[in-house]
């Protein structure tokens, strides 16, 4: 079974700090992708990887960037964490066309 | 970009069979679509995917009608356990795997 994970479940954080969200997949997949998930808008893609150290931005990249330095892993990173990022984030891995996600990583910014 | 629109709910009773259609009318020519379940707590699990006609496998059907802006999600004999939020993707054909479009979703209720 392929698997990715999160580096965490839940995380809380303070407006301003620099905040890193990990993923890793075990599956060798060209492709990783950070989406947020938000009631009543569904999941929004922030930004994705085809390749490492290659990324494009998804329909919402304000406020963060990544890091793809190996295959198996992409980092979300917020800069200075607003509250109106708090959300529920989302990694997901792909090989071609199906998507395989993470247990996602709910994160509250106070 | 395609842009999807599904119904916010359904509600089903066990054993039927639900059918959960998406409206995607900007679809292009290299994009799929995927239909994907959610559960509280959990990221999405891919259902099923098709590009064009009907795809069927151990859980679901898929229809898609030649013009494309449609699609079609039919799940047989439905069971509690089938209670989700159901999102259908467009995109992710070649050249274009950043452009994907998930639904808001549709948020199935199976009654005994």
């Known amino acids: 079974d392929v698997k990715v994970t999160q580096s965490s479940r839940y995380l809380v954080k303070r407006t301003g700090e620099k905040v890193f969200l990990e993923c890793v997949q075990d599956?060798?997949?060209?492709?990783m992708f950070w989406y947020r998930q938000d009631p009543g808008l569904g999941l929004r893609l922030i930004y994705f990887s085809y390749d490492v150290k290659m990324k494009e931005k998804g329909d919402i990249p304000e406020g963060y960037s990544v890091s793809r330095e190996k295959k198996e892993r992409f980092s979300l990173i917020l800069e200075s964490a607003s509250t109106n990022q708090t959300s529920m984030y989302l990694c997901?891995?792909?090989?071609?066309?199906?998507?395989?996600f993470g247990p996602g990583t709910r994160l509250t910014v106070l | 970009l395609a842009k999807t629109t599904q119904p916010i709910s359904m509600d089903s009773y066990e054993g039927q069979e639900v059918n959960i259609t998406c409206s995607h009318n900007?679809?292009?020519?290299?994009?799929?679509i995927t239909w994907y379940q959610q559960f509280p707590s959990q990221g999405p699990r891919f259902i099923i995917q098709?590009?064009?006609t009907k795809v069927t496998n151990e859980v679901a059907s898929l229809f898609i009608p030649a013009d494309r802006k449609s699609s079609t999600l039919s799940l047989p004999r439905v069971s509690l356990s089938d209670t989700a939020v159901y999102y259908c993707l467009v995109g992710g054909g070649e050249g274009s795997q950043g452009n994907l479009i998930f639904g808001k979703g549709t948020k199935l209720s199976v009654k005994p």
């Open positions: 599956m060798d997949h060209e492709n």
């Open positions: 098709g590009y064009k």
């Open positions: 997901a891995s792909s090989p071609r066309h199906e998507q395989f």
């Open positions: 900007n679809i292009a020519t290299n994009d799929y």
